[in-house]
């Protein structure tokens, strides 16, 4: 089971983007086998602070430990793999 | 004074020279101190109040010259008092010939021998003492200048004169002691590439140059004193195969220069060699790290002074360096973000946008550039970020203000359409019905949201150019004349002409021109082929066809949709662009559209 968080800052274009973007990375890569928690910096804010997000879009991998953290573009499949460190691990 | 004369004549006869003769104690310390002769014999009862063993008690101490005793006294404490003034010898009256010649030779030679040891201990010291100095100081000059000053001192070379040269050749630095004000001179000289000719031969090859009579070949030569004895050294400084300068000193010796003072020059000018090399790998290495302190702090200072925000985050995320640009980015200090996760940036074009949450949890757009870099040995990847928020906001304002002009130019059409309609009862809404088809056909062909807007504007606005035909003409019950209909038929032409300089983000003109093209080059007014045709018109076109025998004329009753169907099959791909038939006979078999 593969545990994410994904921060993103405010339901804009952008950001519908990023999440449906990511969900089909997400859904080819373990189909079901995900849950990916989506948290709004702009509607909770105190969470950038607590969780030490300095900017958006964030992406936690939590579970399979170690945990990652990538920020940027996560458009590119193998990027977003290599960078959670989960290229051997499919 | 009898027996001396005796002495005096044997002396002769043995082969040496008498300097004086005399009888008291202060005239034996006054004439040593002027002849300067190798040796004393002394009485020990003199005239006068001192006596011999007095007299060569000052002599040894002051003068350090050899004394002999030759005295009739034998007692235990004469011999005591005698031996304090540390003799060469003691001969008692009255003695042979042979017994004089025997222990003046023997006190000459026991002279000789604690001159050489005097002479090699001095040696000795100057070496040790060169070296001392050599450990000790770094400082070039000072080096040097202690060398020089150690040499004249330690071993009493009259004066000492070191120059180092640079890799052309040319005197660098100089030190001396004892050259005196020519000094200035010689330099001079040096520099202007006149140096002596010992200087040349010296630099020239190895090994110490030595000049024993400085008289007649240093004439000009401030080193050189005009007094006997004074002799020349001298000798390169080298060291790993580079020659770094030279030493001269001048001595002043009453032989030719024995094989302890040649091997003490020599080790001296090797060790100076040596200090040299030293010294100076140490300055190229210092520079050498100057340097690079040099070029690190310019380029830290391109870092620090950047305009944008510059992270470096290493391969876990973690950042490592922020320069002051990024510390105002991200509101925080830099000890607040350096340590931090940032994370794996991770990217797919060349710049990538990301928002950064500030500490008053305001968010700025920044443009992300990442490149791979090596931080403290380690691969990291180096975060420019340009805050682009004001550049956003730009274009968001762009934005709206196009979208503006493009609803006023919507609503301008709309009101152009209306203005048709209501001038054609007849016909009152068949432009927007038939936009209302072009814009499902068109969706249906995957057309892009903006060649959607684009196509359905111009289908809205189609007719226009009958604004230019008589309203009695278009709602004409009968049949129409030729002329009529060649009035009709240039409505294409005239809604062109109307349309054509406005500035549509669309081809509007053209697609309305050509909405009575045929595929098969049937139409007007141009009577294009299918090549030729937008597909945007031919869309229009099969909607134009489809709504026209869908609707009442005053001419005739409406045929139908049915009818119309048939119509755009019978002539699909001969009037009609097949797959706009197609879409359009889908949209009503299957999807149930109807006219509104």
Known sequence: MHRLKLYIAGSTLKSENIIKNLKQLLEEEFNDQYSLEIIDLIESPELAEQDKILATPTLLKIEPLPAKRIIGDFSNKKMVLFGLDLVNNK | MIVAKDIERTLVNLGYQVSSTVSSGKQAIKKAKTDKPD????DIVLRGEMNGIEAAEQIHTRLNIPVVYLTAYADKKTLQRAKITEPYGYILKPFSERELHSTIEIALHKCQMEKKIKHLSDVLRTIRNVNQLITKEKNRDKLLKGICRKLTETRGYSSTWIAVIDESGKPSAYAETGVGRNFSHLIESFKQGNPPKCWEKTLSKPGVVVIEDTSKICA????????????????????????????????????????????????????????LHTIKIKEERKQALKELGESETRLRNVIEKNADGIIVVDNNGFVQFTNPAAEKLFQRKKERITGESFGFPVVAGKTTEIDIIRKDKKKVVAEMHIVDIEWKGKAAHLASLRDITKRKQTEKALQQSLEKSQ????????????ALEKRDPYTAGHSLRVAQLTFEIAKQLGFSEKQIRGVHMAASIHDIGKIYVPAEILSKPNKLTEGEFMLIKSHCQVGYDILKNIEFPWPIAEIVLQHHERING?????????????????????????EAMCSHRPYRP??????????????????????????CFYLFKEKGFTFK
């Open chain 2, 39 to 42: 040796l004393i014999l002394m």
């Open chain 2, 220 to 275: 000009e030569c401030p080193l050189a004193r005009k007094k006997s004895g004074n002799r020349i050294l001298s000798a390169r400084l080298e060291s790993n195969n580079k020659v770094h300068g030279l030493i001269i000193v001048s001595i002043v010796y009453d032989s030719p220069i024995d094989k302890d003072e040649l091997s003490l020059f020599r080790e001296v000018a090797d060790d100076v060699g040596l200090a």
């Open chain 2, 407 to 418: 609803r006023i130019l919507q609503e301008t059409v709309s009101a152009l359409a209306i």
């Open chain 2, 522 to 546: 049937s139409g007007y007014p141009q009577g294009l082929k299918d090549g030729d045709i937008l597909l945007e018109a031919k869309i229009l076109c099969v909607a134009d066809v489809v």
């Open chain 2, 558 to 583: 409406a045929p139908g949709i049915d009818k119309a169907l048939e119509e755009i099959l019978q002539n699909k791909g001969v009037l009609y662009n097949p797959d706009v038939v197609d879409v």
